[in-house]
């Protein structure tokens, strides 16, 4: 395994994650009739951003300033908000797949200690596509 390959896909992951949570909160503001559906997929992007935290210390990574992080998430929001929200979905669910297979390969360079986490990480991915499957009836 190269640690520091394996370590910088750990602290983009969690950044990926802090700025997701202020991506799916903007999307609860901007489609407030599916506000409800986004702030539950901001609390996973969080949760899954909670967990991460716990390989940044192992590994001593410092993350970008969670300011950063979230204005981020609310500009990629703010680009990707601009038509119907039913297409929005539809974009992710396609776009997500990708994230969900560079998590397994993710789990492939771990540790077995790290498992844990990284299956997490995966799994949360998975989750999101599920819920925005059903969002949209699909």
């Known amino acids: 395994m ?5 370590t910088l896909l750990i602290l983009e992951a969690y950044e990926d994650e ?5 991506y799916f909160h903007s999307l609860a503001r901007a489609y407030p009739q599916h506000s409800s559906f986004f702030q539950k997929c901001a609390a996973l992007e ?3 951003a909670s967990r991460l935290i716990e390989l940044l210390r192992k590994y001593h990574l410092t993350p970008s300033a969670q300011t950063t992080l979230e204005e981020r998430g609310a500009l990629d929001a703010r680009i990707e908000a601009t038509g119907d ?3 929005l979905v539809q974009q992710s669910i ?3 797949a990708r994230y969900v297979a560079e998590f397994k390969a993710l789990e492939a360079m771990g540790p077995a200690e790290d498992q ?3 299956e997490a990480l995966t799994a949360h991915e998975v989750q999101l596509i599920e819920w925005m499957r059903a969002e949209i009836g699909f």
């Open 85 to 87: 929200w039913r297409m």
């Open 46 to 48: 969080r949760t899954t």
């Open 2 to 6: 190269n640690n520091t390959q394996y």
């Open 94 to 96: 396609k776009s997500y």
């Open 116 to 118: 844990p986490i990284l």
């Open 18 to 22: 802090v700025a997701g949570a202020a």
